[in-house]
Nanobody, 116 residues
Framework: QVQLVESGGGLVQAGGSLRLSCAASKSIFGINVMGWHRQAPGKQRELVATITSTGSTNYADSVKGRFTISRDNAKNTMYLQMNSLKPDDTAVYYC??????????WGQGTQVTVSS
């Protein structure tokens, strides 16, 4: 079973940028859908973005135009470029592998904190 490890989180000022990485322990070439979810304090976990093996992407309305999801199958890594960050983006961000369009494997999460 593949394992997912996130990195790249941290503290940034509003308007700044961060790039999250998700390193997989096995090849992601055959994984159809991967994505990022996040959970803010006191809130439910929510979808941020997904990407298919063909490169099709989907974004939550709250991050459209600011975040970009990508994947590099050769490096077994998925990314989330986050620009124009807002305090509302503060959350733990999770890398997710989907199975039949249902999340089934989660990373341990990486904290993103955006100060105002």
């Amino acid at each position: 079973q593949v394992q997912l490890v996130e990195s790249g989180g941290g503290l940034v000022q509003a308007g700044g940028s961060l790039r999250l990485s998700c390193a997989a322990s096995k090849s992601i070439f055959g994984i159809n859908v991967m994505g990022w979810h996040r959970q803010a304090p006191g809130k439910q976990r929510e979808l941020v973005a997904t990407i298919t093996s063909t490169g099709s992407t989907n974004y939550a309305d709250s991050v459209k135009g600011r975040f970009t999801i990508s994947r590099d199958n050769a490096k077994n890594t998925m990314y989330l470029q986050m620009n124009s960050l807002k305090p509302d983006d503060t959350a733990v961000y999770y890398c997710v592998k989907y199975n039949s369009y249902v999340p089934n494997i989660w990373g341990q999460g990486t904290q993103v904190t955006v100060s105002s």
